[in-house]
């Protein structure tokens, strides 16, 4: 008998070492430093701390006039999810699927969502997983994020092809070719990510952002988090329906944190 205990112990502990070094090694390197996927199957990537200029230049084709540049400061770093939640991870955490697109597949975006139905999957997927670091990306975050050092209109450059992004295709940026108009999202992670490892910065769906919308100011800010009230929340990427200009890394959008539609989804960012 006590030879047997002593066998399942040394199993036991043998079986917690295995499973212990395979949690080790789903953390793996990245451009950036760590990555981890967590309970729910989400992919983040850890995006370092850094400046940039936010907003676009005045030589910028198709921008707008309240895209001003201005220097902002991310202070501390912050992890980041590799793609847009899934309608899969949305029926995980929500058990039900509001998306116009179901035959789309479990991989491919939740739409119809609105900034307050986000929230409240950030509120749940924070107890199923334990933790309460789980948030929606400041805008400046995610422009930071998209751009992944880069500086043109786009983090692919002057140009974005539809083999890049899924948008409208028959409105191409200003100087580039058209495209195939897919009239559909796609599933996340089919096309190259950015340099940053982050698929579907541009196109697919817009997505939601922390802030209340208001104009940007005119001087170098540190990790700037929007008014604490206000009309409407920001929406940052453009879709599968926008025309190209609307997928620049600096184009920004606005709408009521009630709006529900087709081509709306989000992604989430976890505090380092």
Not at 162 to 190: D, H, I, L, M
Request: a positive charge.
């Amino acid at each position: 008998m006590k030879k047997i205990t002593f066998w399942i112990l040394v199993f036991s502990f043998s079986t917690l070492l295995t499973i212990n070094h395979s949690l080790m090694a789903a953390e793996t390197t990245s451009p950036t430093g760590k990555s981890f996927t967590n309970s729910l199957g989400m992919k983040f990537i850890l995006i370092p701390a850094g400046s940039f200029t936010m907003g676009s230049q005045p030589d910028e084709p198709e921008r707008d006039q309240e895209e001003l540049p201005h220097k902002v400061t991310i202070k501390k770093p912050f992890y980041m999810q590799t793609t847009e939640v899934t309608q899969a991870q949305w029926k995980k955490v929500m058990q039900h699927n509001p998306s116009a697109f179901k035959y789309c597949g479990e991989d491919c975006p939740v739409q119809n969502v609105t900034w307050h139905d986000a929230q409240e999957f950030i509120r749940r997927l924070g107890q199923l997983d334990g933790t309460g670091k789980y948030r929606l990306p400041t805008e400046a975050e995610w422009e930071y994020a998209c751009r992944a050092g880069t500086t043109t209109p786009f983090n692919t450059g002057l140009c974005i092809a539809t083999k890049q992004a899924n948008y409208n295709g028959n409105y191409p940026f200003r100087g580039c070719p058209s495209g195939k108009y897919k009239e559909s999202v796609v599933r996340v992670g089919k096309f190259q990510p950015n340099h940053w490892g982050l698929h579907d910065m541009h196109g697919n769906v817009w997505e939601w952002c922390q802030d209340v919308y208001e104009s940007y100011p005119n001087r170098h800010v540190t990790d700037p988090k929007g008014p604490s009230s206000g009309t409407y929340r920001v929406l940052r990427g453009g879709s599968w329906l926008s025309h190209c200009c609307w997928l620049r890394s600096a184009s920004r959008r606005y709408h009521y944190p009630g709006t529900r539609a087709e081509h709306i989804g989000f992604r989430v960012v976890r505090e380092f």
